[in-house]
């Protein structure tokens, strides 16, 4: 295990602890071990040995060494044990920490090698969106006002950043309904939303092309799924208000 790549919150009601996602599995050194059974460190790091000991587990394939900086800025070697050796420790020590740690790092890794990121990833991704709903009232009310200028382009904190993935990873957590504020739309973005037949999206652009037009009626024989709107508010499609 070269690095931490994924951390991700452990929480039992009594401790709360960022815990290392890597290669399919979970890592923690003794002292994390210790702290979440709530056991001195030495009495970890001699359950270990004797689960090596005894051959219950192989040390190469359960074991990785990280280097961290430590307090004084020079580099350590810690050792890092991967979910066998934890829950094997933990049933040795307190089986029914044991048990809850097992069965909430077993969640974890179906949700990371199912759908490829952890929870942390998710809970980004949220505060992207409320800075996002917060940027489209604000739009929202100017329309609503006939106060958002035609030849505004719409930017968040300066950045540029791949819409079509971030639209996505938005999709993935919507409920009802997305609001799309864009004067790019084209039958890219109308394929991305018929993905999602659950969530009710209304689009607003500058300017409905022929061409636009002509896409949105062909979905619509199919989909009932989007609206489109210019920015003076004249409708294409279904909604359900």
Known sequence: MSDISNLVVYSDGELELKVSV????????????????NVNRPAIVKHIGNIYKDEELEQNSTCSILEQVAK?????????????VIISVGYRV???KATKFRKWATTILKDYINDGY??????????RLLLLEND???????????KLETNQGIFYDGQIYDSYSFINDLLKIANNEVILID?????????????????????YTNNISK?????????SKQYKNITL??????????TNA
């Open 211 to 219: 061409q636009l037009k002509l896409d949105f009626e062909k979905y």
């Open 72 to 84: 004084d800025g020079k580099l350590r070697k810690i050792n890092f044990y991967n979910l066998d």
């Open 183 to 203: 004067n790019y739309v084209d039958d890219t973005v109308l394929t991305l939303f018929s993905k999602y037949q659950n969530i009710n999206f209304i689009i």
């Open 118 to 127: 952890v929870i942390n990833h998710h809970r980004i991704t949220e505060q």
């Open 136 to 146: 489209v009232n604000v739009i929202k009310s100017k329309i609503k006002e006939n």
């Open 22 to 37: 890597n290669n399919q599995t979970i890592w923690l050194s003794a002292d994390e071990i210790a702290y979440i059974f």
């Open 94 to 96: 307190n089986s029914k």
């Open 229 to 238: 709107k210019t920015v003076e508010t004249h409708a294409l499609g279904h």
